[in-house]
């Protein structure tokens, strides 16, 4: 049986919109699915990824940031 990405969305947004909360356990028992990251270790990535990219969050403060990847050459 192949699940599109919508449906998952679907069955999920269901979910957390039932349960009030992100009930992580009834997705993954409605789902199947689990989280790679805990809220901890995703906030610590997260700030990481924002210091670690500075110059980045910097233009799209400024609004001299027009769209262009990051990673990419020239």
Do not use: H
């Amino acid at each position: 049986m192949i699940i599109r990405s919508e449906e998952i969305y679907k069955k999920a947004n269901s979910i957390v919109k039932s349960c009030g909360t992100r009930d992580t356990l009834k997705i993954a028992r409605e789902l199947g699915w689990t989280p790679a990251e805990t809220f901890t270790s995703g906030m610590r990535k997260t700030v990481a990824w924002y210091l670690a990219n500075e110059a980045w969050w910097r233009q799209v403060q400024d609004g001299s940031y027009q769209g262009e990847r990051l990673g990419l050459q020239s």
